[in-house]
């Protein structure tokens, strides 16, 4: 378990987030602080990434959920388990809050996967989505609804836009932005679609210029002064790179290095990471550079990603690689040997919930902390 230091501000404790020290004429971040204890090094302070254990268990056991983080909470949407003849899709929703206490909110207004999550202001968004998806993997009962939760984990409705699922998130400025996906049950050229949505703090919508490509399973993540939507799929996988600034203008930036590099993303520091099943990861900075790295141990898909303190965790398939904002990788045992499981951030918390391996279905919740 991580270790804290606390200062006194306004006869407050206030935990510290980050240590430095200077040497040589630089400020160093300090990873661990020890304090002597009866002539022994007793440590005090880590900001280290660390297995935390297991919170409590969601209500049900869920694949493919989308998760949003808003106030204090960060919340688990959706997804499906599963029958011996089909799925089934779920309007459950579950929050974790900065203690790790579990509560369940109301569900949301209809059975929803394919779905997409993304945060703005005082709202986390679960938009579109199906009600329906089978084993041969296609959807049925496509929503179009977008149900909005503030910060007391309350749910009111926004805009409707068109039934579609296999959607895309993410925010950028003031914007929560939801991009691509299919108006059928298939994936195909005949049936993406290229429209972005974007929705203010007080969830007005704008319509933004459309992605460059039409596309399905876009794979959304934010740095710098941008959203980027990478990758996505039609009749056949693409490495299209759609840039949004603040301002909602749209650019093009490189293309991925691989299709294969849209299974997860995440942002560390000055970066967002794409990475799936292949050697090296795309990584673009603030300036829509892009360079590749070796950000897993072991390329792999099904995997879910999110960022806590100066780490960004991708984990799957019973592995949980990480690197920190230098891009230095390293790699942290997991129990969990599921794919498809839905991640999110609370506090100095990151959350991976629920998934599969196989034929089994989870419930479980892994906790790291930094």
Known sequence: MSKAVYVGVGSKARKMKKA????????????????????KARLCYSAELERYGMAA????????????????????????????????VSSSVDAYNTSLTKSTPTELSCKRCGHAAASVGGYALFAGGASSYNLLGHYDGLVGSVDAYNASLTRSAAHIFG?????????????????????????????????????????????????SVARADVKGASVGNYALFAGGKANSFCTTVDAYNASLTRTTAAALSSTKNNDAAATVGNHAIFV??????????????????AILSTARSGLAATTVGDYAIFSGSGVADCCDSSLTRSTIGTSMTGCGMGAATIGDYALFAGGHSGNTIYDSVEVYTA
């Open 276 to 293: 799936g099943n292949t050697a090296s990861a795309d990584i673009y900075d603030a300036s829509l550079t892009r360079t590749s790295a």
């Open 20 to 39: 430095y020290i200077g040497i040589g004429g630089k400020a160093r971040k300090v990873k661990k602080m020890y304090i002597g204890v009866g002539g």
């Open 163 to 211: 039934d579609t699922a296999a959607i895309g998130g993410a925010a950028v400025g003031n914007y929560a932005l939801f991009a691509g996906g299919t108006w059928d049950m298939q994936i195909n050229d005949d049936n993406v679609i290229s429209s972005v949505l974007a929705y203010d703090p007080s969830l007005t919508f704008t319509i933004a210029p459309d992605l």
């Open 57 to 88: 268990a969601l209500s049900a056991a869920r694949d493919s959920m989308r998760a949003a983080t808003v106030g204090k909470c960060a919340l688990f949407a959706g997804g499906y388990s599963r029958s011996v003849y089909d799925y089934i």
